[in-house]
């Protein structure tokens, strides 16, 4: 590229005329919004980390927070390696990408992008890798509290490759199957949440249940609701790029993505928990946030497509049939510690058909390049079958080819995810890392013997077993603390604990 071909019009767009004289014009506020927008992209990712380890156990806090920062590292690599060029190289196939682009080779600044003519590649290649950066993210929550730390990362590296990578493009790539055929996914329901949800499912029945699994042991409150408000801020904030960005201009279709992403969210969350306070009389906290995240899946591949009356409908069904998901994991008795697949899968599912119903064509032109037929609002009936054609080809091949490079890496010396029992016992975060996100953290109650568990509860997430709760006086060995109440034996703040060498002991009588 040389620079002798960059000039500016008399409106301050930038100009670039490459070999062949083909004249390409950049807006630089296109630009900076998309750049702008990358950012946003990629403070959802430690967003994810601090949700999660919020609604784990505290000894297991640190490692998603962890997690969140070595995915970005893994991914930007493999997105410079081969990822952007098997995602979105110009000579794709209809289900992947060449090698062309091989460590950006040929991803000159200022050619036009597959994305958009409107910003160059190097931009839309940036922009890009902040949502495969945060789909694996999203997945391997499925590994919390009994995964080793080392495989993950290698997982990592290998789904992005053999699954996400191809979902983009033959969801966003011009020459993929279901852009062709005329799929809708203007941010990502099928390439980062149907596909993160179901490797999620996949991944936690390959791991199988964690110990204790059905008894009261397993019956945690999130240890820490700060954590999980904190991580919902950053991913609600980093929302508005990622549906926003998604317009890859700074436009009125990118100001329409942005006010239904948030309706979506706030609706979201208030039908989530409210859905919550039928079961115990209280208003929570944990039940909004999952309800807003639940809300921001659905609108996500719809937000450049439906309007505002539609988001409403888009943030209600998401909380009322992502809720009511979670309900799944005891339906079937498998252990999704964080419910993934429901808020994710089902989330993006749910928005796929939401889509196919409601997309609008005059909102989709809002960017006065964009035409497509519409949904159903547009009386474009094949729309429905499109959308679900997607959802189940992304489901399938997340959960197929996911289940395989679990079962491959079990074979293979040093690379089976599942950790064994004493690191399950005393956190992954002091057997894995030798790191604690606190400097006490009781293991009492996991010292029990297995006989002593309670047996009738079930395993801790974002949601627990839905269940009608009577109020009752409480039993003289249980004690009150911010309102809850624990039976003391099961109460990780109050074992004791001593500190010795920068480790914590627990005192067993």
Same mark, same amino acid.
């Given at each position: 590229?040389?620079?002798? =071909?960059?000039?500016?019009?008399?409106?301050?767009?930038?100009?670039?005329?490459?070999?062949?004289?083909?004249?390409?014009?950049?807006?630089?506020?296109?630009?900076?919004?998309?750049?702008?927008?990358?950012?946003?992209?990629?403070?959802?990712?430690?967003?994810?980390?601090?949700?999660?380890?919020?609604?784990?156990?505290?000894? =297991?806090?640190?490692?998603?927070?962890?997690?969140?920062?070595?995915?970005?590292?893994?991914?930007?690599?493999?997105?410079?390696?081969?990822?952007?060029?098997?995602?979105?190289?110009?000579?794709?196939?209809?289900?992947?990408?060449?090698?062309?682009?091989?460590?950006?080779?040929?991803?000159?600044?200022?050619?036009?992008?597959? +994305?958009?003519?409107?910003?160059?590649?190097?931009?839309?290649?940036?922009?890009?890798?902040?949502?495969?950066?945060?789909?694996?993210?999203?997945?391997?929550?499925?590994?919390?509290?009994?995964?080793?730390?080392?495989?993950?990362?290698?997982?990592?590296?290998?789904?992005?490759?053999?699954?996400?990578?191809?979902?983009?493009?033959?969801?966003?790539?011009?020459?993929?199957?279901?852009?062709?055929?005329?799929?809708?996914?203007?941010?990502?329901?099928?390439?980062?949440?149907?596909?993160?949800?179901?490797?999620?499912?996949?991944?936690?029945?390959?791991?199988?249940?964690?110990?204790?699994?059905?008894?009261?042991?397993?019956?945690?409150?999130?240890?820490?609701?700060?954590?999980?408000?904190?991580?919902?801020?950053?991913?609600?904030?980093?929302?508005?790029?990622?549906?926003?960005?998604?317009?890859?201009?700074?436009?009125?279709?990118?100001?329409?993505?942005?006010?239904?992403?948030?309706?979506?969210?706030?609706?979201?969350?208030?039908?989530?928990?409210?859905?919550?306070?039928?079961?115990?009389?209280?208003?929570?906290?944990?039940?909004?946030?999952?309800?807003?995240?639940?809300?921001?899946?659905?609108?996500?591949? +719809?937000?450049?497509?439906?309007?505002?009356?539609?988001?409403?409908?888009?943030?209600?069904?998401?909380?009322?049939?992502?809720?009511?998901?979670?309900?799944?994991?005891?339906?079937?008795?498998?252990?999704?510690?964080?419910?993934?697949?429901?808020?994710?899968?089902?989330?993006?599912?749910?928005?796929?058909?939401?889509?196919?119903?409601?997309?609008?064509?005059?909102?989709?032109?809002?960017?006065?390049?964009?035409?497509?037929?519409?949904?159903?609002?547009?009386?474009?009936?094949?729309?429905?079958?499109?959308?679900?054609?997607?959802?189940?080809?992304?489901?399938?091949?997340?959960?197929?080819?996911?289940?395989?490079?679990?079962?491959?890496?079990?074979?293979?010396?040093?690379?089976?995810?599942?950790?064994?029992?004493?690191?399950?016992?005393?956190?992954?975060?002091?057997?894995?890392?030798?790191?604690?996100?606190?400097?006490?953290?009781?293991?009492?109650?996991?010292?029990?013997?297995?006989?002593?568990?309670?047996?009738?509860?079930?395993?801790?997430?974002?949601?627990?077993?839905?269940?009608?709760?009577?109020?009752?006086?409480?039993?003289?060995?249980?004690?009150?603390?911010? +309102?809850?109440?624990?039976?003391?034996?099961?109460?990780?703040?109050?074992?004791?604990?001593?500190?010795?060498?920068?480790?914590?002991?627990?005192?067993?009588?």
């Amino acid at each position: 590229m040389s620079l002798s =071909n960059i000039t500016y019009d008399s409106s301050g767009d930038l100009q670039y005329i490459d070999a062949n004289g083909d004249n390409a014009v950049f807006n630089g506020g296109d630009i900076a919004w998309t750049l702008a927008s990358t950012a946003l992209v990629w403070l959802m990712i430690p967003g994810v980390g601090f949700f999660y380890s919020g609604l784990l156990r505290r000894k =297991n806090a640190l490692n998603m927070i962890f997690l969140s920062m070595m995915t970005v590292g893994v991914v930007s690599f493999q997105w410079f390696f081969w990822g952007y060029s098997l995602a979105f190289s110009e000579t794709a196939s209809p289900y992947i990408g060449d090698l062309r682009h091989f460590a950006l080779m040929n991803v000159e600044g200022l050619t036009p992008s597959v +994305g958009s003519p409107k910003i160059p590649s190097l931009v839309f290649c940036v922009f890009q890798l902040m949502f495969a950066a945060i789909t694996p993210m999203l997945a391997i929550g499925a590994c919390a509290e009994r995964s080793r730390l080392g495989p993950i990362l290698v997982f990592v590296f290998v789904w992005s490759t053999i699954v996400y990578d191809p979902i983009a493009c033959w969801t966003w790539n011009p020459a993929g199957w279901s852009y062709v055929l005329g799929g809708l996914d203007f941010a990502g329901g099928t390439p980062v949440h149907i596909s993160s949800g179901t490797a999620g499912l996949a991944i936690s029945l390959y791991l199988g249940k964690r110990r204790g699994w059905g008894t009261e042991r397993l019956a945690y409150k999130p240890h820490n609701t700060t954590y999980v408000v904190l991580g919902t801020c950053f991913l609600w904030f980093g929302w508005f790029g990622f549906n926003g960005g998604s317009a890859l201009a700074a436009n009125l279709r990118a100001t329409e993505a942005c006010i239904v992403t948030n309706l979506a969210a706030s609706v979201g969350g208030l039908t989530w928990m409210l859905w919550d306070y039928r079961l115990e009389r209280k208003w929570s906290v944990v039940g909004f946030c999952s309800g807003a995240i639940a809300g921001l899946v659905a609108i996500t591949p +719809g937000s450049g497509f439906v309007g505002a009356p539609a988001a409403v409908l888009f943030g209600f069904m998401a909380g009322t049939v992502c809720n009511f998901a979670t309900q799944l994991k005891f339906v079937f008795g498998y252990d999704d510690t964080l419910d993934i697949f429901a808020s994710h899968a089902i989330g993006g599912v749910v928005g796929n058909i939401l889509t196919g119903l409601f997309a609008q064509a005059s909102i989709a032109g809002a960017d006065g390049i964009t035409t497509i037929p519409g949904g159903w609002l547009d009386h474009n009936y094949r729309q429905l079958g499109i959308q679900l054609a997607d959802s189940v080809s992304g489901m399938s091949y997340s959960f197929v080819v996911t289940t395989l490079i679990l079962w491959v890496m079990h074979f293979i010396p040093y690379l089976r995810l599942r950790c064994d029992e004493e690191t399950e016992i005393v956190g992954v975060d002091d057997a894995e890392m030798g790191e604690f996100a606190y400097d006490y953290v009781g293991l009492l109650s996991e010292l029990l013997p297995r006989h002593e568990y309670e047996a009738g509860a079930h395993g801790g997430g974002r949601e627990p077993e839905h269940r009608h709760y009577q109020h009752q006086q409480p039993h003289p060995h249980v004690h009150h603390e911010l +309102g809850a109440t624990l039976p003391r034996g099961h109460d990780e703040a109050s074992e004791e604990t001593v500190e010795k060498d920068g480790r914590e002991e627990v005192n067993v009588a």
